[in-house]
Structure formats: structure tokens, C-alpha cells
């Protein structure tokens, strides 16, 4: 009797134990959870120095995933921009194009008018009549960025000095109030954000950065003007970073990787502030 009374005291120890051990570890699994899960669309063909900006994208963010505490996945399947798979993700990237099925750009609107965030590139802001790319998406690029049609870049690709304009968004905390930013063509867009009361410029090119360019031709290099780089929309969860480019070497036909715009820590502070702002914030 009293071995079977020992022995069921060392049964309850055991069991008690275990419990103890797992209430532990499903706590601790629960305090590792993601906040939240990203999904980043892309397609990487033709431009060598958007392609390269992709693999560096798909590189650097699992790493920040892991380190901030969230989920990242990359696709190339443009049918995947629709309403069941998209309600799996609080935040969707546009690495370098944008959508051009109907049903696609249709789900992301719905996706964005519902709260959704999303953070684009670069090129995915790009349209151009005539082009591959041409302005036939009105509520993208007129409502939702506010930019418009493309109008011109720099060349060759060149680092800029970049001014924080709104030092109150969570996207610059900690920033300093101008910073260099790593090697990218820079865009300029038919409309003048300034005056769109929806849309809050978050960093422009300092006139410090003049000329900015190199050529080799003329309109290539950029004096004077104002030229924003980064900005949110109020009616949505959006953020829009011009940078996205990385410098190739094209002249002398070896097409080398000369830049990567993940390199610049500053730069990558404000995108990692950028994106955790997109996927912790429940409200528009």
C-alpha cells in the first residue's frame, strides 16, 4: 500500500510537471506569435536593377521578419490578389509592378477600402502612356498614390539627401531630420502632392542633394524643384518609398550589382518603422 501510495505521489509530481511544462511552453509560443503577416507580390523580368532590388527585398525582409517579430512571404502569382487570400495578410507589398488583371486591381482596392495596409516600391508606382505600363488604373494612380503619370529620373542611379517632412509619423521616429539615402533612380510624377489634402508627405530630396544625377544626358541631372520620395494617404493604410533601384553596371556590359538599397541602415530604419506602423495599426 504505501509503495503504491509512493508511487502514486511520483505519477502526480510527474504529471503536475508536465502540465507545469506545457502551460509553459504554449505561453511562451503565444509571446512569440506574429503580429502580423505580410505578403509581398512581385515579378522580376526585364530591369536588371529592379530584379536585383527584389532578391535583396526577399533577403532582407525574412531576416527583419524574424528580429520584429512578424511573418513575410514573397509570390509571383498575381492570381493570389484576391479576396480569400488576401484576408489572410494585415499587410500586402508591391516590390517593383503592379496588377494589371481587372479582378486583381478590383480585390485590392476592396483589400485597402477595408483597412488593409500596403507598402509600395519604387516602380510599382510607374505608369506611362505609351508604355508597357500605361495610366489606365485611375483609382491607383490618382486616388489612392495621388501621383500620377510618371514624368522623368535621374540618372545614373546616385545617393540623395533626404528631408523628413513630417516629423510626427510614426515612420520617421528616430530618424534624423535629413539623412543619405542609398543609390536609386529618382522619379518624378505628373501631379503636385502639396496640393492633395489627402496625401502626407513623409520625405522629400533635400535641395542639398543638387545636382542630383549624373547623366549622361542633360534633363538626366536635376538642379532645382521639389520632388517628394515617401508618402502616406490618410483614407488608407498605404505608404509609397520611391527607392527601389539599385545601381548595375550596364556601361561596361557586365551588368554587376553596384548597389543595394538595403545597405543603408538610416534608409532601413525608416522602412522597418514604415512597415511595423502598416501592421500594428488598427485604425486608418
Same mark, same amino acid.
Given at each position: 500500500?504505501?509503495?503504491?501510495?509512493?508511487?502514486?505521489?511520483?505519477?502526480?509530481?510527474?504529471?503536475?510537471?508536465?502540465?507545469?511544462?506545457?502551460?509553459?511552453?504554449?505561453?511562451?509560443?503565444?509571446?512569440t506569435a506574429p503580429e502580423f503577416k505580410v505578403i509581398a507580390f512581385y515579378t522580376g523580368k526585364d530591369d536588371l536593377a529592379h530584379i536585383s532590388f527584389v532578391h535583396r527585398a526577399n @533577403?532582407?525582409?525574412?531576416?527583419?521578419?524574424?528580429?520584429?517579430?512578424?511573418?513575410?512571404?514573397?509570390?509571383?502569382?498575381? !492570381?493570389?490578389?484576391?479576396?480569400? +487570400?488576401?484576408?489572410?495578410?494585415?499587410?500586402?507589398?508591391?516590390?517593383?509592378?503592379?496588377?494589371?488583371?481587372?479582378?486583381?486591381?478590383?480585390? +485590392?482596392?476592396?483589400?485597402?477600402?477595408?483597412?488593409?495596409?500596403?507598402?509600395?516600391?519604387?516602380?510599382?508606382?510607374?505608369?506611362?502612356?505609351?508604355?508597357?505600363?500605361?495610366?489606365?488604373?485611375?483609382?491607383? $494612380?490618382?486616388?489612392?498614390?495621388?501621383?500620377?503619370?510618371?514624368?522623368? %529620373?535621374?540618372?545614373?542611379?546616385?545617393?540623395?539627401?533626404? &528631408?523628413?517632412?513630417?516629423?510626427?509619423?510614426?515612420?520617421?521616429?528616430?530618424? =534624423?531630420?535629413?539623412?543619405?539615402?542609398?543609390?536609386?533612380?529618382?522619379?518624378?510624377?505628373? !501631379?503636385?502632392?502639396?496640393?492633395?489634402? @489627402?496625401?502626407?508627405?513623409?520625405?522629400?530630396?533635400?535641395?542639398?542633394?543638387?545636382?542630383?544625377?549624373?547623366?549622361? &544626358? =542633360?534633363?538626366?541631372?536635376?538642379?532645382?524643384?521639389?520632388? =517628394?520620395?515617401?508618402?502616406? !494617404?490618410?483614407?488608407?493604410?498605404?505608404?509609397?518609398? %520611391?527607392?527601389? $533601384?539599385? @545601381?548595375? @553596371?550596364?556601361?561596361?556590359?557586365? !551588368?554587376?550589382?553596384?548597389?543595394?538599397?538595403?545597405?543603408?541602415?538610416?534608409?532601413? &530604419?525608416?522602412?522597418?518603422?514604415?512597415?511595423?506602423?502598416?501592421?500594428?495599426?488598427?485604425?486608418?
Amino acid at each position: 500500500m504505501q509503495k503504491i501510495n509512493r508511487l502514486t505521489g511520483i505519477t502526480l509530481k510527474v504529471i503536475i510537471g508536465s502540465l507545469l511544462a506545457f502551460s509553459l511552453t504554449a505561453a511562451k509560443a503565444q509571446s512569440t506569435a506574429p503580429e502580423f503577416k505580410v505578403i509581398a507580390f512581385y515579378t522580376g523580368k526585364d530591369d536588371l536593377a529592379h530584379i536585383s532590388f527584389v532578391h535583396r527585398a526577399n @533577403d532582407w525582409f525574412p531576416r527583419a521578419a524574424v528580429k520584429y517579430g512578424f511573418t513575410y512571404e514573397a509570390t509571383t502569382n498575381w !492570381n493570389d490578389l484576391n479576396e480569400d +487570400f488576401l484576408s489572410h495578410y494585415q499587410v500586402v507589398l508591391f516590390l517593383d509592378t503592379r496588377p494589371e488583371n481587372p479582378a486583381q486591381r478590383l480585390a +485590392f482596392q476592396k483589400y485597402m477600402e477595408h483597412g488593409g495596409g500596403w507598402m509600395g516600391f519604387h516602380f510599382a508606382a510607374f505608369a506611362l502612356t505609351p508604355s508597357a505600363y500605361p495610366q489606365n488604373w485611375d483609382w491607383y $494612380h490618382n486616388i489612392f498614390l495621388g501621383s500620377g503619370e510618371y514624368v522623368s %529620373n535621374t540618372w545614373r542611379p546616385t545617393p540623395a539627401f533626404l &528631408k523628413i517632412e513630417n516629423s510626427q509619423h510614426p515612420a520617421v521616429k528616430d530618424l =534624423p531630420a535629413i539623412f543619405k539615402s542609398a543609390p536609386n533612380e529618382w522619379y518624378r510624377w505628373k !501631379n503636385d502632392l502639396r496640393t492633395n489634402s @489627402d496625401i502626407k508627405i513623409l520625405l522629400s530630396i533635400d535641395p542639398s542633394s543638387f545636382p542630383l544625377g549624373t547623366g549622361p &544626358k =542633360p534633363y538626366e541631372i536635376w538642379h532645382e524643384g521639389y520632388y =517628394p520620395v515617401a508618402w502616406t !494617404n490618410t483614407r488608407y493604410k498605404m505608404i509609397y518609398l %520611391n527607392m527601389g $533601384h539599385n @545601381d548595375m @553596371d550596364y556601361e561596361h556590359g557586365t !551588368n554587376k550589382e553596384l548597389s543595394n538599397t538595403f545597405d543603408n541602415e538610416t534608409q532601413n &530604419k525608416f522602412i522597418i518603422n514604415s512597415l511595423l506602423w502598416l501592421g500594428r495599426t488598427n485604425n486608418l
